[in-house]
Every structure is written in structure tokens, then in C-alpha cells.
């Protein structure tokens, strides 16, 4: 049984194949965008030297869909990226990412929890049809995880 507390641990051979330490197979790195959508953290690490190489495939899974069209991040965002490798907002850019990160999550889990907790709004007609956009709406930003959630979303669940 998965420890969904602890990262999931996949290792990369010298031949570049990734191998899940959990379930004894081969994945892919669409495999690993996959645990990560389902709310699970991975660590990917060098089998021969234990080099942590998360970072760099984390990249480059960002980079093949951006390649594909499913474009996230905008230009002028990427351009700014580059720019902090070579100032000192490099050291601050982390901490800001983060942060505006948590905010966007829990700015959007407040939202759903105004729209259903006793508020009067929930009985005017259409209410549901709005509340059901919204909750769409978080699940595609979140990347398949409604706000306050450790896995993936219930209509995710249902699917399996």
C-alpha cells in the first residue's frame, strides 16, 4: 500500500529509464505528471550517484507540454524567469512563486466554501450550474485537485 505522506520514490537507470520504486515498473514522465495531477509529491533520484534529479524532470515536463500547445505560462513570464537567473531577484523568486502559489489555493477554497456553506445565494435558480463552473474552473487551475485536498478530485476517483 502507497505512503501517500512520503514522496513517491522513482529511480532513473543509467539507460535513462525511470523505475517506480513503489509498484516495480517502468513509467514515464507522463506517468509522473500523472501521481504528481493525483496529488502525489516524487522525488527522482540517480540510481548510480543518488543525485536528487527532481528539479530537472519536473522542467521538462513543463517544457513538453508548453511544446504541445498547452501553453500555461505566458511569454512575458518566461522572459521574467529568465532574467531573475542573472539578478538578485534570483534569490527572492523562489519564496514569491510559493507564496503566490498558496495564496491562489487558498483564495480558491475560500471561494467554494463561501458558495456552499448556508449562504442565501445557494437557493436562487442556476446557483448550481455557477457553483459546478467554478469547481471546474479550480479543478483546471490545480491541475485535478479541488482546494483543501491531499488527492485527487471525486470525479477523478470515479473514473478509475
Known amino acids: 500500500m502507497p505512503d ?4 513517491l520514490l522513482i529511480k532513473r537507470y543509467a539507460s535513462r529509464r525511470l523505475y517506480n520504486t ?3 515498473d517502468y513509467v514515464t514522465l507522463e506517468d509522473i505528471a500523472l501521481f ?9 533520484v540517480d540510481l548510480k550517484s ?13 517544457a513538453e507540454h508548453e511544446s504541445r500547445g498547452e501553453n500555461v505560462l505566458p511569454t ?4 521574467s524567469l529568465v532574467r531573475t537567473y542573472t539578478t538578485q531577484a534570483a534569490t ?6 510559493a507564496a503566490s502559489f498558496e ?14 456553506k448556508g449562504n442565501p445565494i445557494t437557493k436562487l435558480p442556476g446557483f448550481e450550474a455557477i457553483r459546478a463552473q467554478q469547481e471546474a474552473f479550480f479543478k483546471a487551475m490545480s491541475g485535478g485537485l479541488m482546494p483543501g485536498s491531499s488527492g ?3 470525479d477523478d476517483e470515479e473514473k478509475r
Open 92 to 97: 527572492v523568486m523562489p519564496q514569491f512563486l
Open 103 to 116: 495564496m491562489l489555493r487558498e483564495s480558491q477554497s475560500k471561494v467554494l466554501e463561501q458558495m456552499t
Open 152 to 154: 485527487p478530485a471525486k
Open 4 to 7: 501517500n505522506d512520503k514522496p
Open 22 to 24: 513503489e509498484t516495480s
Open 36 to 44: 504528481i495531477r493525483q496529488g502525489r509529491d516524487v522525488q527522482i
Open 76 to 79: 512575458d513570464v518566461l522572459t
Open 50 to 62: 543518488g543525485d536528487d534529479l527532481t528539479r530537472q524532470y519536473l522542467l521538462q515536463i513543463i
